[in-house]
């Protein structure tokens, strides 16, 4: 199993552009989210998923959309690059219940200019 | 909503014990979990307590108290492969989503 894969590791964008940064899980779990991480701050959840079809927001999610229709695959969408977005990206994935584990993906390098 | 609160920064020496404190509040409370995350990596799973007491993997344990809405990690033999940042993190309610406290800088000196 790969696990949980995200493309691409590194990104450039000029304010106002928009792209998409993509997220996919081979381990057929139902849970997907997305995390960023600034320096010397924690992971703050931007988007979450509980299947295919459905989304909710998390702590952070202006400025950024998702969709689900697979069960492997969770992008998440830009719409119009701004500074501060620039982060670090995670993407996740688990099995629903409090304790199981949860699987980060490599992580997305953004830098917004 | 949830909240956690750990210490920003721990320092300590290679083979002594060092404890990373977690205090949380929660709408209801579903389970404190533990990720550790080096540098440039990826956060990975550590332990999760659901139940009052120690839950020992290897040198590194986990305790919870839910009376005090507290929690800590301990690590033993410290080495210095174990400078990292720690994170804490609970469940809503639903176990839709994980939320993360802001992290414990770890760094071990010889």
């Known amino acids: 199993n790969a696990g949980v894969t995200q493309t691409p590791k590194f990104q450039v964008l000029k304010t106002g552009q928009s792209m998409t940064l993509q997220c996919a899980q081979d381990?057929?779990?139902?849970?997907m989210s997305w995390y960023r991480q600034d320096p010397g701050m924690g992971l703050r959840l931007i988007h979450y998923?509980?299947?295919?079809?459905?989304?909710d927001q998390g702590e952070v999610p202006n400025g950024y959309n998702v969709s689900r229709s697979t069960t492997e695959d969770f992008p998440l969408r830009l719409l119009s690059a701004a500074p501060s977005q620039t982060s670090v990206y995670f993407c996740a994935s688990r099995t629903q219940g409090a304790g199981e584990t949860q699987y980060f993906g490599p992580g997305t390098r953004l830098l917004v200019l | 909503g949830q909240s956690l609160e750990q210490p920003s920064e721990v320092t300590a020496v290679e083979g002594a014990i060092v404890q990373i404190n977690c205090t949380y509040q929660?709408?209801?409370?579903?389970?404190l979990s533990w990720y550790q995350q080096h540098d440039g990596g990826a956060p990975t799973f550590l332990s999760y307590?659901?139940?009052?007491g120690l839950e020992e993997t290897g040198r590194f344990s986990s305790f919870l108290s839910r009376s005090d809405s507290y929690g800590y990690l301990l690590l033993q033999e410290l080495q210095m492969k174990d400078s990292a940042s720690y994170f804490c993190?609970?469940?809503?309610?639903?176990?839709?989503?994980?939320?993360f406290g802001a992290g414990t800088r770890l760094a071990v000196h010889p």
């Open positions: 381990m057929n779990h139902e849970y």
């Open positions: 998923s509980v299947g295919a079809g459905i989304t």
């Open positions: 993190a609970v469940p809503d309610r639903g176990y839709n989503k994980l939320i």
């Open positions: 929660t709408s209801g409370f579903y389970g």
């Open positions: 307590n659901a139940l009052d």
